[in-house]
């Protein structure tokens, strides 16, 4: 079987075995990557493991117009994508034994780059207030609002909410652009996020996050102005059109407010490491905070928890009056 042929099978098999579409699209890129690279289509069965490890370093040599949010020049993959290029690879080859297209794991030959642990960052309170206060000094705002000023004060009230949204609940992007306003429980202070999963084949997982009063009365307001309270269907965060956010559009409008306030590397995922480590600052246990994130395991958790460990043992340094006092 032709590469391109075996790529096709398994990207139906993917899809059909409910994998997102982000995963589809990561994927096609990864293997039409390695089509591209490879001479003339060749049978799947005869790409060899030095192959493989050839495409591999030519990933981590050649530069890729970067697929973020940001505009930004042609870059190096970083270790940890060529890692999933990996994993990618093997999942194909897997695939392929399975279904008796190919006989030899090429890639189990291969070894993985490790790749170090991406430095997490958290929001700090003044970069927090700065991006609030952008909102309300960018856009018109008006207590009754016109044809000139609906639009902008909408706007307004949407941003707001999806900020405090995300800083108080630790979602993910794709788990809040998912949302319908019947996910939520203003009075509770309550929504069901959907995780990462298969949700068509029910393998997916929903899980209760928590929010304040704060939080409740930004979506309040922005849903009354909306006029949507009672709009059970519809998405709980909307575009203008009133189409629901995906993750792409969603990234690039916090890079944006960002940029408006001053704030550097501003995106989505950064709420959800400052509501991790705040978690874990005041207080709150490693078990319930990975429950409350959707994690399967503790390893990010633990990364979480040593971060703020180390913001605990600097504050002791600098509050201690034994070392403050020199005694």
Not at 25 to 39: C, I
Not at 238 to 244: E, N
Not at 247 to 263: Q, S
Not at 295 to 316: C, F, G, K, P, W
Request: hydrophobic fraction near 40%.
């Amino acid at each position: 079987m032709k590469l391109s042929l075996a790529i096709d099978g398994f990207l139906l098999a993917k899809r059909v075995a409910g994998c997102s579409p982000h995963t589809i699209r990561n994927y096609k890129l990864t293997l039409r990557r390695l089509q591209h690279f490879l001479p003339a289509d060749p049978h799947l069965a005869a790409v060899t493991a030095d192959q493989v490890r050839a495409f591999l370093d030519h990933l981590m040599t050649a530069q890729f117009d970067h697929p973020g949010v940001a505009h930004r020049p042609p870059q190096r993959l970083s270790a940890k994508t060529i890692r999933n290029v990996h994993i990618c690879l093997s999942s194909l080859w897997t695939w392929a034994i399975a279904e008796g297209y190919a006989t030899i794991h090429v890639v189990r030959a291969v070894a993985a780059p490790t790749p170090e642990p991406a430095l997490i960052v958290p929001f700090t309170r003044d970069q927090v207030q700065a991006l609030l206060r952008s909102l309300t000094h960018s856009l018109p705002w008006a207590s009754s609002p016109d044809t000139q000023t609906e639009i902008p004060r909408r706007r307004q009230l949407r941003d707001r909410a999806i900020i405090l949204f995300l800083l108080d609940t630790g979602v993910r992007s794709s788990e809040l652009c998912a949302l319908r306003i019947a996910d939520v429980d203003l009075v509770a202070g309550s929504a069901r996020a959907r995780s990462k999963g298969r949700l068509n084949t029910g393998q997916g997982k929903e899980r209760p996050v928590r929010f304040g009063p704060s939080t409740a009365r930004a979506l309040w307001q922005y849903l009354a102005a909306r006029d949507a309270l009672d709009a059970k269907s519809e998405p709980l965060f909307a575009t203008r059109s009133d189409r629901p956010l995906d993750r792409r559009t969603l990234a690039k409008h916090v890079h944006r407010l960002g940029e408006r306030a001053g704030v550097p590397d501003c995106h989505p995922h950064r709420f959800r490491h400052t509501f991790a480590i705040n978690y874990l600052r005041n207080g709150g246990d490693v078990f319930t905070l990975k429950d409350l994130l959707g994690h399967t395991s503790l390893d990010m958790v633990q990364r979480y928890l040593h971060i703020a460990q180390v913001d605990i043992e600097n504050a002791h340094r600098r509050a201690s009056p034994v070392e403050g006092w020199r005694l």
